[in-house]
């Protein structure tokens, strides 16, 4: 019964290769939250999508977008990875964006870049 | 800049010993506040939470956590710990409304026998 799926768990991609991770959830919530935890610091927000709306923190690099083409789905992509974008990648969901709403998070996938 | 410290990075205790985790946060506003853990292979639970109301917040369990708003603090405490609490645990926050979650780096805590 995951509430939060993500796939891969684990991801190894070469230096500049594009490369997507996904997030699913049975929630049916309303909004779906990427965040990036790299070694021992605390995950950060990159983006999230209320409902169809996209919402990019001002210092989230160009180089990773995100689709959510249905309420159940949503993709990080990152268009050329670089040695610094290994990180743990943490999905998240709430049923809507007010502070109330508790955030359900997925397993995460650590990227590797090789 | 909105932000959330833990200062402990790893703690370690032996059973029953009481635990205290110290988070401090640099808000201007309202600010809501959560503790978050996460045990070895799995993913972040929320453990408690705190909007307004009585300071003293109680989590599951056992867990709870004081919200002292002129030491802009929030730690995190539980009497007795036992090994299966062996996690990390984060503190995070944000200002009431749509606004970002920020959390803290994280306090890995080990419980030994």
């Known amino acids: 019964d995951a509430m939060v799926i993500q796939n891969p768990r684990y991801q190894v991609t070469q230096f500049g290769k594009p490369v997507t991770l996904s997030c699913s959830q049975t929630?049916?919530?309303?909004?779906m939250y990427w965040y990036q935890q790299k070694s021992s610091q605390a995950p950060k927000l990159l983006f999230h999508y209320y409902d169809k709306d996209f919402n990019n923190e001002a210092d989230t690099p160009d180089n990773f977008q995100s689709r959510r083409p249905n309420t159940s789905f949503c993709f990080l992509d990152i268009r050329s990875p670089g040695l610094g974008d290994a990180a743990m990648y943490l999905c998240?969901?709430?049923?809507?964006?007010?502070?109330?709403?508790?955030?359900?998070f997925g397993p995460g996938t650590r990227l590797t870049v090789t | 800049a909105q932000s959330v410290s833990q200062h402990n990075h790893h703690v370690i205790l032996s059973e029953a010993a009481s635990l205290e985790l110290g988070c401090n946060y640099s808000?201007?506003?309202?600010?809501?506040l959560f503790w978050y853990v996460q045990y070895p292979g799995q993913h972040l639970q929320l453990l408690l939470k705190?909007?307004?109301?009585?300071?003293l917040v109680k989590g599951i369990k056992g867990f709870e956590a004081e919200f002292i708003k002129s030491k802009f603090s929030f730690n995190l405490r539980k009497p007795s710990v036992q090994w299966s609490d062996t996690a990390e645990y984060f503190c995070?926050?944000?200002?009431?409304?749509?606004?970002?979650?920020?959390f803290g780096k994280g306090t890995r805590l080990s419980v030994i026998a």
């Open positions: 995070a926050g944000r200002l009431s409304g749509n606004t970002p979650l920020v």
């Open positions: 998240a969901t709430s049923r809507d964006r007010d502070s109330y709403y508790e955030q359900y």
């Open positions: 705190y909007f307004s109301g009585d300071p």
């Open positions: 929630l049916n919530h309303n909004v």
């Open positions: 808000y201007g506003g309202t600010v809501n």
